[in-house]
């Protein structure tokens, strides 16, 4: 016996998960990350348009990246071996963190190994016992994860629902400090926040505002300054976290970025950059090349919602459900977990790479296929797209989906 029940648990729950349609394969590119990508699982398939990525603009294999990558790699050298605090602050992050904080327009930045390890550290820093952070419930992983890590009460409210926020915000009176989180753009629905009643709401009952913005950085609001940008609320955001792993290069790497004080405190108190060791310099480079691009890329972001409105405006007419309204985030909704996987393998022999969500990523009996569209695609990729899914057998199934 002795460790035998343990192993035999994981192999049923595996076996259960293949069952159910829940079972997440990784896909294997043998190309770079672009709008067509080759994969090598499996039969070997060249070329397939990739509805799937969080390339928004393009830029995962931009040549600019590229060459100050490499420009970087041959100056800076590979590795920092440190943490940010003992010896691994490279003039290159400082000038990456003025950066970000020039982009977004706020005080200072503060670098981390990812946005997970950014959410993962802000809460804890900033808040305790005496506090309340109040979060959105479709707010993205590593939002709960960090807010699970920090002593403050929590209270959660209905994606996007200001009354039910409201109510949460007169549940916290009392509290020493009210921390309401949010996602700029909720991931799994395309949907974008409300910022400017969460903001008129955070005024009126004196909290402060967290924004994650990974899915808009780069992608919406003027200069693609995103959500806080869009709705001209960013005098009333204390606290944006965001990734450098998508619109901006999709490397790695995250940041918190804000108010001073904040900064200035995560900087002594932030666990994950603190204990984990601090960003390739190369990566800070290409960050660089990427954030100018970026802010200069009206052309990348007018081709962007081109694109999303004839995909958008073609599934609607096929009768499908989409979450969202206008977000290069497109997903359709399926209900059970096992069309999910039809309409994907559909997808897959004809040319089409997109992956189904369902539980836990998303809640059960919500199962979709989440289609991202980048500034890459050309107007015939999405048209490709829209005729494969004409094609699809079980179309009248998705057309029921409630
Ligand atoms: C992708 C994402 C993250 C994680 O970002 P990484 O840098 O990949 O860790 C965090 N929050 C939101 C809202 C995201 O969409």
């Known amino acids: 016996m002795g460790l035998e029940p343990f192993f035999g648990r994981l192999r049923s729950a595996i076996d259960d998960a293949r069952r159910d349609g829940l079972y997440k394969d990784e896909i294997i590119l043998g190309s770079p990350q672009q709008a ?71 005080d200072d930045t503060i670098l981390f190994s990812s946005c997970f390890d950014a959410n993962a550290g802000v809460f804890e820093a900033l808040l305790d016992e005496e506090d309340v ?18 002593k403050a009460r929590r209270l959660r409210y209905r994606n996007n629902d200001m009354a039910d926020l409201e109510r949460a915000l007169k549940e ?4 020493r400090t009210v921390l309401i989180a949010t996602d700029g753009v909720f991931s799994m629905d395309g949907i974008v926040a409300d910022l400017r009643s969460i903001c008129d709401l955070a005024h009126r009952y004196g909290a ?15 200069g693609g300054r995103g959500t806080p940008a869009l709705f001209d609320v960013q005098e009333q955001v204390q606290i944006v976290t965001g990734t450098l792993g998508k619109a901006l290069g999709g490397a790695s790497g995250g940041y918190v970025s804000g108010r001073n004080e904040i900064i200035t405190w995560l900087r002594q108190r932030a666990r994950p950059y603190l204990f984990s060791n601090a960003l390739m310099p190369a990566i800070c480079s290409a960050s660089l090349a990427a954030i100018d ?21 073609g599934l ?58 980048s500034a890459s695609h050309t107007l015939q990729d999405i048209d490709d797209v829209l005729a494969v899914m004409e094609q699809f057998p079980n179309l009248d199934e998705l057309r029921d989906v409630a």
């Open 293 to 313: 691009l970026a802010e200069a890329g009206d052309q990348f972001r007018d081709h962007l919602s081109r694109q999303t409105a004839r995909l958008r405006g």
């Open 36 to 106: 067509r990508v080759d994969i090598l699982s499996g039969e070997i398939e060249p070329s397939l348009i990739n509805m799937c990525s969080n390339n928004y603009l393009g830029l995962a294999n931009n040549p600019k990246l590229v060459a100050a990558a490499r420009e970087s790699l041959l100056v800076d050298g590979f590795g920092m071996a440190s943490v940010r605090f003992i010896c691994g602050s490279h003039a290159v992050h400082k000038q990456l963190e003025r950066r970000i904080s020039q982009f977004l327009q706020t």
């Open 208 to 222: 402060l505002v967290l924004v994650d913005d990974s899915h808009a950085v780069g992608v919406i609001g003027p």
């Open 133 to 150: 952070v109040i979060s959105d419930a479709l707010n993205h992983a590593s939002i709960i994860d960090g807010i699970r890590l920090c």
């Open 316 to 373: 609607s007419q096929l009768g499908l459900k989409l979450g969202g309204s206008s977000h290069p985030i497109v997903p359709v909704l399926c209900g059970e977990p096992l069309l999910a996987v039809e309409l994907t393998s559909h997808l897959r022999s004809n040319g089409i790479l997109a992956v189904p969500f369902s539980f836990p990523v998303v809640p059960q009996g919500q199962a979709r296929v989440r289609m991202q569209v």
């Open 172 to 175: 916290a009176a009392g509290a």
